[in-house]
């Protein structure tokens, strides 16, 4: 039986569909989440300089990520190019900016001092049958130092969810966006109350 000119170009097309959304899945993907700006609306009373610091627990700087078959299993990695403590450092620098800071690198001996550790970074999919949902986390440890004897500490957990039928890199960059704004959320009011002595 022949088979129509348009025919075989179409089949082609159907049969390389599932190698070009799942194969994705099967390559280790180097992300860069764009960020949007300040997004937090908490502001100082009076402007003020703050030292920051930005570390990581090891784990997080192995990957940052994994993406998942339809069973559930893990296929390859995901990682942030610049490392989620530059990232974040970058993104506090900016909030904290917008909040009236003026920001510089810290000293053992520089007050208010600011320390983030990072303790989760991480972005997985929830898998579905149709598709499924890119979550992502971003955990850390503030430790705020205001002078040599008031010394305050916040945890704080920022979470993004976007929902993705392909298995494409923007979707884990565009989770990790929803994540760092909405610990930008939580994390800005807590370091401008504690910085102006409201714990």
């Known amino acids: 039986m022949k088979l129509p000119g348009r025919t075989v170009p179409h089949l082609v097309l ?8 799942y194969g994705c899945a ?34 997080t700087n192995i990957r940052q990520g994994v993406k998942k078959n339809g069973f559930g299993m893990d296929l390859s990695n995901i990682y942030i190019e610049q490392g989620p ?6 993104a506090l620098a ?18 208010p001092l600011l320390e983030v550790r990072i303790r989760r970074c991480f972005a997985e999919p929830e898998v579905g ?13 503030l430790f705020m130092q205001v002078d040599e004897g008031h010394a305050f500490a916040r945890r704080i957990k920022g979470i ?3 929902f993705t039928m392909v298995w494409t ?5 565009d989770s990790f966006v929803l994540a760092f704004e909405d610990f930008m959320m ?14």
């Open 160 to 162: 993004g969810k976007k």
């Open 129 to 141: 049958f149709f598709g499924a949902d890119v979550y992502s986390v971003i955990e850390a440890e």
């Open 85 to 90: 403590s530059q990232m974040l450092r970058e």
């Open 186 to 199: 939580k994390a800005v009011p807590a370091i401008v109350e504690l910085t102006e002595g409201r714990p």
């Open 26 to 59: 099967i390559i280790d993907s180097t992300i860069k989440p764009e960020l949007n700006g300040a997004v937090a609306s908490s502001r100082l009373r009076e402007k003020r300089e703050i030292h920051l610091i930005v570390s990581e627990e090891s784990e």
């Open 169 to 173: 890199d923007s979707f884990y960059e």
């Open 94 to 111: 900016i909030e904290l900016k917008a909040a009236g800071f003026t920001v510089s690198g810290g000293g053992a001996d520089t007050y």
């Open 14 to 21: 159907i049969l390389a569909m599932p190698v070009f959304l």
